[in-house]
């Protein structure tokens, strides 16, 4: 299929880009697919062009860019603006390094609070329960 990536239907396009045909429309709503002309009478075609920009969004979704970050990279996909591309993912691998960040502080709490469960003895209330309250945790501050 990837020789003939011309005059294809919504449902072969959608199935060439690896998505579903709900996506497409979605994406044309959004302004991040261009909707072509459809004949009097026929039905719209797509081509190679827009498997491309779909991949490409779909790329850009993986690698946690939002909607409208992806809109604002396919503004620059022209390939001169490598600058204000690389200043957006600068700001993206920002955020996904606090978001590692926190959830390496959540993975350490809940630890501590999975190993007090499982130690505790008796009828001791319950850690986990006890934290999510407001009480103190295992590390003796209260859960973030």
């Not at 946690?64 to 990279?73: N, R, V």
């Not at 591309?85 to 960040?101: F, G, I, N, P, T």
Request: hydrophobic share 40%.
């Amino acid at each position: 299929m990837e020789n003939n990536l011309e005059n294809l239907t919504i449902g072969v396009f959608a199935k060439a880009a690896g998505v579903n045909v709900e996506t497409i429309r979605f994406y044309q709503r959004k302004g991040l697919l261009p909707e072509p002309d459809k004949p009097y009478g026929s039905i719209r075609r797509y081509g190679a062009a827009d498997v491309t920009r779909v991949r490409f969004v779909k790329s850009a979704q993986r690698l946690g860019f939002s909607l409208d970050e992806i809109a604002e990279l396919l503004r620059l996909d022209d390939g001169t603006h490598c600058e204000e591309a690389s200043s957006l993912a600068e700001h993206k691998l920002q955020d996904v390094r606090e978001k590692m960040a926190d959830l390496a502080r959540m993975e350490a709490v809940l630890s501590d609070l999975v190993c007090a469960c499982h130690s505790r003895q008796g009828n001791v209330s319950c850690p986990l329960i006890t934290s999510l309250q407001g009480g103190a945790s295992v590390t003796g501050s209260a859960v973030p």
